[in-house]
């Protein structure tokens, strides 16, 4: 099956460069001296989490218990579910452990904690630290942080280690400042964990992780293992914050053009608000490239800096078409889309195309999961 | 079952407000002495298509394919399926008008109307006329109108009328300009179809519309059908723009309180950019909503302008939280969060939680479609 026969919108993953970024990932963390545990979050594809485990770890995350279920379901047992779930939610969790997974998932206060212990049934929980983000998590100086791993300790509960997420690593506009942010995230995590330990408490792991900070990490010690998705697809922000070259992403969004108005230098396609999702994560950066990235079937940009300037629910507009450029289209012609965030954009699709590279061909259909329940 | 006892995020949706918006619109419309054609493309709920369809018409509007082909099975015959589609979709097209579907779609440009004719079925077209958005359709001057026409004439196809849409009414800042821009998309439609009458076309249907548009038009001469469909469940946008109050809003998201952390005035809910879309729709407006505003569990704005200022895939962030709300909320508790715009919101869910609103009770549970196979 050649791409062009697939229904648009679809979205595609490129295998190769899926696999190549896969393998550089683990090798640039290993040779840190560190192991790897790939975020599904991005993909939510059993297949995808294949290439992507680290064979040294085995272990993976996930945001949400659904894709926790979804991954189990696909063989998967180390899952840290790694946001700090809502209390209506412990009893899924024990569920399942019960069933056989290493299931673990993040507490932030002492109020969590209490109500972990509440339930009565032994959980995996990690402290989670801020290092930065300010979103979730404990300060690694905050006398909380004792007093959570108190109340686990007490209430029988298995205590993973400490976690922590370098998220505001998306506000950097230099390899420098990430760079700083990647050690200030490690500093930050050890400290906590050696806190942690200094009051007593065993600390088996430090996990740390956000797609910048472990590419451009150059120390891991004292780091047990990174945590990070985005690179295995890759997309528009992090070409623009140096984490991967354009050419090594691997997800992009096929679509149909539809409308062509000459007068008006404009070409629509059938990929709108819902096919790419309204991320404008490049917006504030130095390459602002709308909603997307606008590729030949090929998925090169032989169009120049062609972008989706504006998106309704299904239509995606591209403005200002050179004229040369608009020679080059028709109706019902296909273009791909590179997106800004390839997270919010994969999760808008039940399956991935999976394509391979060379021959531009669909190799594969893999199902993804979706959704909370 | 109560609505804290779902598992969050969940999209709620309050039937009572539902059935007055859709009341109030029918009422509107007929008054003016026209027809509603409710767009479906919001709610993707065949429940909500039957509150919200006008007995004195019958159809419904949808934006995919996958749409039309659901509600058809719903029990639906009149489907616009109000884009232009790519030449691909054409025999899923032909194979629902041949199942007994009376579906029809637009055309905006001569090779669309071409490659139509060349699928060799018989299909019904509407031509699609741009009213100022410039996002699809010709100008109502444009020499290809008739052109169009000619060709779908010659190739023995069903020429249903002329449609248009008013997007760039969300752009207006005050009633007056939503008047202005209703007057305009009805005056440009009305005047195509008169051209293609003095072509020696028949044109039996006008149809326009958009939610704002529909609500402040003052006059329906020559427009045998309005198109509109957020009026149903309301957002943010709506209330910013005048269409309606706040308190009719019917759509809302529940979310739990996964962390709050005093010192950095901060309360995270499990509700993100996935579970309320990265829609930022009211960002250039007078009141700038984030990503939503935040209400008690029975839908009220008790907290003031408490709103999600900032979104991660599964995290939404409310900032500087004063004391005395910080102090009503508790690890675990309930919020509501009222969308910036809901066709975005309500697509990242595949049900839909109805909720009686003087009982804040769930009465049902309603399945919808999505994606775009």
């Known amino acids: 099956m050649q791409i062009h026969t697939v229904p648009t919108p679809a979205a595609l993953i490129e295998i190769d460069k899926l696999r190549d970024n896969c393998d550089q990932m683990l090798e640039h963390v290993h040779a840190l001296g560190s192991r790897l545990r790939p975020h599904m979050k991005t993909l939510k594809s059993i297949e ?31 899952i840290c579910c790694a946001v700090c779930l809502a209390p209506e939610k412990f009893e899924m969790a024990a569920r399942l452990a019960e069933a056989g997974a290493q299931l673990s998932f993040f507490v932030d206060s002492v109020a969590l ?7 009565g049934a032994r959980l995996s929980l990690w402290i989670e630290i801020d290092c930065g983000e300010h979103r979730t998590g404990v300060e690694a100086d905050d006398p909380a942080l004792l007093e959570i791993a108190g109340v686990l300790r007490e209430g029988g509960q298995t205590l993973m280690g400490v976690a922590t997420h370098a998220g505001h690593s998306y ?24 806190r942690l330990r200094g009051g007593g408490f065993s600390i088996p792991h430090v996990s740390v992780g956000s797609t910048p900070t472990t590419v451009h990490a150059v120390c891991a010690d004292g780091v047990t293992e990174f945590r990070a998705g985005v690179y295995m697809a890759g997309d528009l922000v992090q070409s623009v914050l140096g984490s991967l070259d ?30 790419l999702s309204k ?3 490049t917006m504030a950066t130095a390459h602002d490239y709308g909603y997307g990235l606008v590729t030949d079937l090929g998925g090169q940009a032989a169009f120049g800096d062609l972008i989706i300037a504006d998106v309704h629910q299904e239509h995606g507009e591209i403005r200002n078409v050179p004229t040369h450029v608009f020679d080059q289209m028709e109706i019902g012609g296909k273009v791909r889309i590179l997106p800004n965030h390839v997270c919010m954009t994969a999760a808008m699709y039940d399956r ?10 669909v190799v594969d259909i893999w199902q993804k999961t979706n959704g909370w329940s």
Do not use: W, Y
């Open 48 to 78: 995808a989490a294949r290439l992507a485990v680290d064979p040294r770890h085995g272990g993976i995350a996930v945001a949400t218990l659904n894709e926790a279920r979804h991954f189990f379901e696909g063989g998967f047992k180390d």
């Open 171 to 194: 506000a950097c506009r230099s390899i420098e400042d990430i760079r700083s942010v990647a050690e200030r995230e490690r500093l930050l995590a050890v400290r906590a964990a050696n």
């Open 279 to 281: 991320d404008r994560g």
């Open 246 to 275: 354009l050419n090594r992403v691997a997800f992009s969004v096929l679509a149909s053009i539809i409308s062509m108005q000459r007068e008006r230098h404009q070409i629509v396609v059938d990929a709108g608000g819902l096919a």
């Open 113 to 119: 904690a209490k109500a972990v212990v509440a339930l």
């Open 352 to 361: 991935l195309h999976v394509v391979n590279t060379a021959t531009q061909s």
